[in-house]
């Protein structure tokens, strides 16, 4: 198992084709798919001829960054996945943050968790100078998560979209962190009693 990262209740690692099951799962559950696509399951052939071939080839681009299967150390369970990485045509040094868990997993600061682990290292490690998220502005669950994570929003916009999904009329949110913010985070947290 290649393991990228360990937190307190979490291992992020690499994909393997014998997670198709695992996320056929997941993005079979309409609450897990409502702010992506309004609730539709992703067909099998396009996780797993599209999706998974493309999050495995993803590791040879960019050392670092990527998609990682999120498992419950406790359990050795799939909770989904997380992905830090840039977006095709942005700076190397601006990753996006995104993720993506099974409806038991929510609410419980797996999100957080890993979404923290994952920005820690990239500042620490991999020289990233400001991290983004986004999503819908109706997505309160997901805004939670990039604001305990230490992102503020920074814009409101709109997105066309090929189909039109409820709440999207109030637009999507952008997130971010930059550098100096998460090392003034750092020192807060250092000097806090």
Not at 64 to 83: N, P, Q, V
């Amino acid at each position: 198992m290649h393991v990228f990262l360990e937190t307190e209740r979490l291992i992020l690692r690499r994909f393997t084709m014998e997670d198709i099951d695992n996320l056929v799962a997941l993005d079979g559950d309409p609450e897990v798919m409502r702010f992506l696509n309004g609730g539709k399951a992703t067909p099998r052939e396009v996780l797993e001829f599209d999706h998974l071939p493309w999050y495995i080839e993803y590791y040879q681009k960019f050392p670092g960054y990527g998609f990682w299967a999120a498992i419950e150390k406790s359990t050795g369970d799939f909770l989904g996945w997380f992905h830090f990485r840039p977006h095709d045509n942005d700076p190397v040094d601006e990753p996006e943050l995104g993720y993506r868990l099974i409806k038991s997993a929510w609410g419980k600061g797996y999100g957080t968790e890993g979404s923290c682990a994952l920005i820690d290292r990239g500042f620490r490690e991999f020289g990233v100078n400001r991290v983004v998220a986004s999503t819908m502005f109706v997505n309160t669950g997901s805004r939670r998560v990039m604001e305990k994570s230490g992102l503020r929003l920074i814009r409101t916009f709109h997105m066309e979209w090929p189909e039109v999904i409820e709440g999207s009329e109030h637009g999507d949110v952008e997130y971010a962190i930059t550098r100096d913010e998460w090392e003034a985070q750092q020192a807060n947290r250092s000097t806090a009693p």
